[in-house]
């Protein structure tokens, strides 16, 4: 038999003056793609992870002894200043941007996002914000915490241009959130697959949305409060200066309506990834997803409403205390069911305990478990006693460390294999999740117990005497330990990123989208985007695949002719059954 | 059998917890030392017990769920999903959960608020004017009326500045003395009802002395309050715990608590020593002033 015949060769098309291709960083940092800017978000935040784990040992070794004389006060309270604003500005926040950035829009079957050119400058904005903070090392640095109090924050007490440099750094970070927030909410919003209905939009979607609104909403609040402090310092207003009939504690309720927004960004940012992960290594549908969306909305909207949970004890109205109380303590059905939701989702499983799983369930203790503390102070005199102790403050590390750090790293073992086509590495994976979640556990615990003895919050230095010795020594090393997790899963997710095994388009079986299209996605994500009909639309693809192979019936082959040798590589979507 | 075997963990913590405050206990704070202290210790260990048991029961479920159900070679797990009403079930449980602790917050937050009148070994003292969160049911002057309420509580000035604490003690008799003040240690009376008038100079500072009560804000131009009654002779360390620069961490306070008689006795004494050092100022200005004629 003659092979079919082809069609005629021609000469290629060849054009006079073709541009050189352009160099690949140029390519990185230029396109327009949604996958390409997230990959910036997702490097640039982890890079900003790695500084917060070394100013974060940095800070506690001043802690490892009373009376420390290591570090000058004045250097602390900077490298406090930098580590505090870049674990909130510069990691957490960009961190779930750039997951939700590379997935969401493939998780929605789109084939791009609505407002590219904005989704781009979210990213220039918030690089910038991060670099006219720390440009600030060259000349004068902020030593005012996360953020000024209000005082503290004018030019009589902090006269240097520190402040202004925080302001402008933040401000510009601000600014870059609300830029993909509306990028984000159009795209979810215009660009889904169609049959995808919001009861059928996956939770992590959901979550994404949450998290743009929170941005959405928030974002200007922090904004009008730099605007606002930016002319009280440089252009001779009054908007917070107590003793000129200005208002401190309106500055008090703007900041705190925005680090609201950002605790409940991240946890219900955790709860997302914890929705998408958990059902896929467990191997069972999500129990209930439209319990899951609705309380992942809720969390988002109480979360944001018990803005005034850090102001008890500030002179505000009684019932505007107890209104807070109440919508604190209302967190727990949310959080509750979304717990109930997973648990339930686990139970009866096939659990496969791969890296992402391992780093996803300490990830939710040590939720479980910030959040109980959260609980507690919830309840006013609870609050009036813990708030500004190292107890409070350890609670809300916990948070970050489970919530950003952990669920961060599970999010990125089980999303790279997408974004690179390769499998990051496991054991180092595991390991680190160990590190972390004891070393967390431990600093919990003894910054708990100093904050009880009535240890404050960022102080460089305490007393001999006051009983607190053994709980810093303790925290510190632990400290040093979860520093070390932090080091060891960066530096396996860099190395996996370009020498990890190469694995398939859906190596864990997951039923979303996003595992339909090819790892690494092509620019237009999808040659073909399926009708979805129902929330688990990959695996109704799965399904529609096995069923015709198992329809399939091979021809008889013709005599004599040699037979092409079959490949076990899978359907058409390359799935071969397995979560390797 | 299975159940109370089950039940067993959870009860040996109840009881830990509960039996907890009876003796010293790094799980909680330290001793209080006035009634709105012990108020905020109740709430304290109502809420570890509450944020204990669900932690427990969460991770335990957790625990077991993640050891039990592990990877089957080829089966295929039940596609479960939850049943109607199901759902709303465990949040209307969480709910009901969630009001009660709201109502018991409410309670134990107004126990707080509420002054105490000053007891038998207290010092009886003047004072008036409004109250704040911080502080509920202080008596009122008569409308019209010059003179003191009874049972009004002792009045003090906190002032916060970068970075000590400023005392003004109420005592005014004397005319050679504008103000009878301290720093760094507030010295009151004890058995005695103790309003802090609290307020700052300069940036927000927190005053927070955990024996006598919670945290409160010291904000520049506005006066928050708090009470306190020290129920014993004795010094109890305090620091504020709002970041203000870099003295902050050596921003410390002490209250220390004596009998009326020695408290009178110190007012005394502190008048004294004012006046003796307001006379060689003025002195040392006169001398001064004199020289620089010369």
């Given amino acids: 038999m003659t092979p079919p015949t082809l069609a005629e060769p021609r000469p290629e098309l060849v054009t006079r003056g073709q541009s050189k291709p352009r160099y690949r960083w140029m390519e990185a940092a230029s396109s327009a793609d949604h996958k390409a800017v997230a990959k910036l978000y997702l490097?640039?935040?982890?890079?900003?992870?790695?500084?917060?784990?070394?100013?974060?040992?940095?800070?506690?070794?001043?802690?490892?002894?009373?009376?420390?004389?290591?570090?000058?006060?004045?250097?602390?309270?900077?490298?406090?200043?930098?580590?505090?604003?870049?674990?909130?500005?510069?990691?957490?926040?960009?961190?779930?941007?750039?997951?939700?950035?590379?997935?969401?829009p493939l998780q929605i079957g789109a084939r791009g996002v609505a407002l590219p050119t904005l989704n781009?400058?979210?990213?220039?904005?918030?690089?910038?914000?991060?670099?006219?903070?720390?440009?600030?090392?060259?000349?004068?640095?902020?030593?005012?915490?996360?953020?000024?109090?209000?005082?503290?924050?004018?030019?009589?007490?902090?006269?240097?241009?520190?402040?202004?440099?925080?302001?402008?750094?933040?401000?510009?970070?601000?600014?870059?959130?609300?830029?993909f927030a509306i990028n984000l909410l159009v795209t979810v919003r215009t660009q889904r697959a169609p049959g995808m209905v919001w009861r059928r939009t996956p939770i992590f979607t959901w979550a994404a949305t949450a998290i743009g609104w929170l941005l959405l909403v928030a974002g200007p609040a922090m904004l009008g409060a730099l605007t606002m402090l930016m002319v009280d310092r440089r252009f001779d207003g009054y908007f917070f200066d107590g003793l000129e009939g200005g208002d401190p504690l309106l500055y008090s309720q703007l900041v705190a309506f925005f680090f609201a927004a950002c605790h409940a960004a991240v946890i219900v940012g955790a709860a997302g990834v914890l929705s998408e992960i958990l059902p896929t290594f467990a191997r069972k549908p999500l129990f209930s997803h439209r319990a899951a969306a609705a309380s992942i909305v809720a969390l988002a909207v109480l979360g944001l409403l018990a803005w005034m949970q850090s102001l008890y004890t500030a002179p505000i109205?009684?019932?505007?205390?107890?209104?807070?109380?109440?919508?604190?303590?209302?967190?727990?059905?949310?959080?509750?069911?979304?717990?109930?939701?997973?648990?339930?989702?686990?139970?009866?499983?096939?659990?496969?305990?791969?890296?992402?799983?391992?780093?996803?369930?300490?990830?939710?203790?040590?939720?479980?478990?910030g959040l109980a503390g959260e609980l507690m102070t919830a309840v006013v005199p609870v609050g009036w006693q813990l708030e500004h102790t190292a107890a409070a403050q350890s609670d809300t590390i916990l948070v970050l460390l489970g919530g950003a750090v952990l669920i961060g790293f599970a999010a990125l073992h089980y999303w790279l294999p997408k974004v690179t086509g390769r499998a990051v590495g496991e054991g180092l994976g595991k390991l680190a999740a160990w590190l972390i979640a004891l070393g967390a556990l431990v600093f919990w615990v003894c910054m708990s117990l100093a904050g009880l003895e009535g240890q404050p919050v960022d102080v460089w230095r305490y007393f001999?005497?006051?009983?607190?010795?053994?709980?810093?020594?303790?925290?510190?090393?632990?400290?040093?330990?979860?520093?070390?997790?932090?080091?060891?899963?960066?530096?396996?997710?860099?190395?996996?990123?370009?020498?990890?095994?190469?694995?398939?388009?859906?190596?864990?079986?997951?039923?979303?989208?996003?595992?339909f299209a090819l790892s690494p996605p092509p620019p237009h994500n999808f040659d073909a985007v399926p009708d979805v009909r129902s929330a688990e639309p990959m695996r109704d693809i799965r399904e529609a695949v096995r069923a015709r192979q198992e329809a399939f019936v091979a021809p008889r082959p013709l005599p004599r002719s040699p037979e092409p040798a079959l490949t076990g590589d899978g359907g058409a979507d390359g799935y071969d059954g397995s979560l390797a | 059998m299975r159940t109370i075997r089950r039940a067993l963990p959870v009860a040996a913590l109840v009881l830990t917890v509960v039996a907890a405050p009876a003796v010293a206990n790094p799980l909680g704070p330290d001793e209080a030392h006035s009634p709105n202290a012990e108020d905020i210790r109740v709430a304290y260990w109502v809420m570890l017990l509450v944020a204990a048991v669900l932690?427990?029961?969460?991770?335990?479920?957790?625990?077991?769920?993640?050891?039990?159900?592990?990877?089957?070679?080829?089966?295929?797990?039940?596609?479960?999903?939850?049943?109607?009403?199901?759902?709303?079930?465990?949040?209307?449980?969480?709910g009901v959960l969630a009001a009660l602790v709201f109502v018991f917050g409410v309670v134990i937050t107004e126990s707080a608020r509420k002054l105490?009148?000053?007891?038998?070994?207290?010092?009886?003292?003047?004072?008036?004017?409004?109250a704040q969160v911080g502080v509920s049911g202080v008596p009122e002057p008569a409308p019209g009326s010059q003179e003191p309420p009874e049972n009004a509580p002792l009045e003090i000035n906190v002032i916060g500045q970068e970075w000590l604490w400023r005392f003004e003690y109420p005592g005014g008799e004397r005319e050679d003395i504008a103000e009878l003040f301290t720093y760094n240690e507030l010295v009151v009376p004890v058995d005695t009802a103790v309003v802090l008038n609290i307020d700052s100079t300069d940036v927000n500072h927190r005053?927070?002395?955990?024996?006598?009560?919670?945290?409160?804000?010291?904000?520049?131009?506005?006066?928050?309050?708090?009470?306190?009654?020290?129920?014993?002779?004795?010094?109890?360390?305090?620091?504020?715990?709002?970041?203000?620069?870099?003295?902050?961490?050596?921003?410390?306070?002490?209250?220390?608590?004596?009998?009326?008689?020695?408290?009178?006795?110190?007012?005394?004494?502190?008048?004294?020593?004012?006046?003796?050092?307001?006379?060689?100022?003025?002195?040392?200005?006169?001398?001064?002033?004199?020289?620089?004629?010369?």
Wanted: glycine content about 10%; proline content about 5%; hydrophobic content about 50%.
């Fill in chain 1, 464 to 515: 001999e005497g006051q009983g607190l010795n053994a709980y810093n020594l303790i925290a510190t090393l632990a400290a040093l330990v979860i520093g070390l997790g932090v080091l060891v899963e960066l530096g396996n997710l860099a190395y996996s990123y370009g020498n990890g095994r190469r694995v398939g388009p859906d190596p864990w079986g997951g039923s979303t989208l996003e595992w």
């Fill in chain 1, 43 to 104: 490097g640039t935040s982890l890079t900003f992870l790695a500084v917060c784990a070394v100013l974060f040992a940095l800070t506690r070794l001043q802690l490892i002894v009373p009376d420390n004389t290591m570090i000058q006060p004045e250097i602390f309270n900077r490298l406090l200043s930098a580590l505090e604003v870049s674990v909130v500005f510069f990691f957490a926040i960009p961190l779930l941007l750039g997951l939700i950035g590379y997935i969401v």
């Fill in chain 2, 116 to 130: 105490e009148p000053s007891g038998p070994e207290g010092l009886s003292a003047a004072a008036n004017r409004y």
């Fill in chain 1, 317 to 369: 109205a009684l019932g505007a205390v107890y209104a807070t109380m109440i919508v604190a303590l209302a967190l727990l059905v949310p959080v509750g069911v979304l717990l109930y939701v997973w648990i339930r989702t686990l139970w009866n499983g096939s659990i496969a305990y791969r890296a992402p799983l391992t780093l996803a369930a300490w990830g939710l203790a040590l939720l479980v478990l």
């Fill in chain 1, 120 to 179: 781009q400058l979210s990213y220039w904005l918030y690089a910038a914000g991060a670099f006219v903070f720390y440009a600030s090392f060259l000349w004068a640095v902020p030593e005012t915490s996360l953020a000024p109090s209000p005082g503290l924050a004018d030019v009589a007490y902090s006269p240097t241009h520190g402040v202004d440099a925080w302001i402008a750094g933040t401000g510009l970070a601000v600014l870059g959130f609300i830029c």
């Fill in chain 2, 207 to 294: 005053w927070f002395v955990p024996a006598l009560g919670g945290q409160v804000d010291a904000i520049p131009g506005t006066i928050s309050r708090t009470w306190f009654k020290a129920d014993e002779v004795g010094r109890y360390p305090g620091q504020s715990t709002l970041f203000s620069g870099s003295g902050y961490p050596t921003m410390r306070a002490w209250v220390r608590v004596v009998t009326p008689a020695e408290y009178e006795a110190f007012i005394e004494q502190l008048g004294e020593d004012l006046s003796e050092a307001q006379a060689a100022v003025a002195e040392e200005a006169n001398r001064e002033a004199a020289g620089g004629t010369e």
């Fill in chain 2, 55 to 94: 932690a427990v029961v969460v991770l335990g479920a957790l625990a077991t769920a993640l050891a039990r159900f592990g990877e089957r070679r080829g089966a295929q797990p039940p596609r479960e999903t939850a049943e109607r009403g199901q759902i709303a079930r465990v949040a209307g449980a969480l």
